[in-house]
Nanobody, 120 residues
Framework: QVQLVESGGELVQAGGSLRLSCAASGVTFNSYVMAWFRQAPGKEREFVAAISSDSTAYTEPVKGRFTISRDNAKNTVYLQMNSLKPDDTAVYYC???????????????WGQGTQVTVSS
């Protein structure tokens, strides 16, 4: 059974940094595109970043601030978040699919989410 478990979310001050991790099990990890989505209260779930074997993609608001990476030996994907802003506050979800996509409906597997709160 495929399981994705996120960790690393916490309260951080604006301008600070945070690193989220997502550990995957029950899947051939390097065969999958891994992604991060986020959802703020009252908002739709939105794409943040994705990484395949040879490419990355980011939503415009996080370009230059966030970096997605993966360690296939550890079956783990990371999201390094720098220069955090209050608008980054959301539940962040890890997701997996077989082809690069930027819409939630395109992802087959999801983690439980981890809360990131950025204070002013």
């Amino acid at each position: 059974q495929v399981q994705l478990v996120e960790s690393g979310g916490e309260l951080v001050q604006a301008g600070g940094s945070l690193r989220l991790s997502c550990a995957a099990s029950g899947v051939t990890f390097n065969s999958y595109v891994m992604a991060w989505f986020r959802q703020a209260p009252g908002k739709e779930r939105e794409f943040v970043a994705a990484i395949s074997s040879d490419s990355t993609a980011y939503t415009e608001p996080v370009k230059g601030r966030f970096t997605i990476s993966r360690d296939n030996a550890k079956n783990t994907v990371y999201l390094q978040m720098n220069s955090l802003k209050p608008d980054d506050t959301a539940v962040y979800y890890c997701a997996a699919t077989l082809s690069m996509r930027t819409t939630p409906g395109g992802y087959r597997y999801w983690g439980q989410g981890t809360q990131v709160t950025v204070s002013s």
